[in-house]
């Protein structure tokens, strides 16, 4: 059981790490930085460029924390978190 739920959480887990690597070049988010939940927010880049972490429109009015495919047209996600 402890096996399934580490490999579930660093399933979950893994992609927010290679998206931290990216930004600054440096593997660290500095102070301060930001994500913005709007149609021209950026988000952050993993190394190579196919994952992206941020947030993307569902519907008119709210947005998904998300991580996605980002080097293909129609950017598919793959991870989310939803809070009830």
């Not at 190579?48 to 495919?69: C, E, K, N, T, V």
Request: hydrophobic share 45%.
């Amino acid at each position: 059981m402890a096996r399934v739920l580490y490999l579930i959480l660093s399933t979950i887990f893994l992609p927010f790490s290679i998206v931290a690597q990216q930004i600054n070049g440096t593997g660290s988010v500095p102070v301060g930085a930001s994500l913005t939940a709007t149609d021209n927010g950026m988000p952050w880049l993993s190394p190579s460029g196919d994952f992206a972490f941020g947030f993307q429109r569902i519907q008119q009015d709210s947005f998904l924390l998300s991580i996605w495919y980002d080097k293909i047209p129609e950017k598919t996600i793959t991870t989310f978190i939803m809070i009830p």
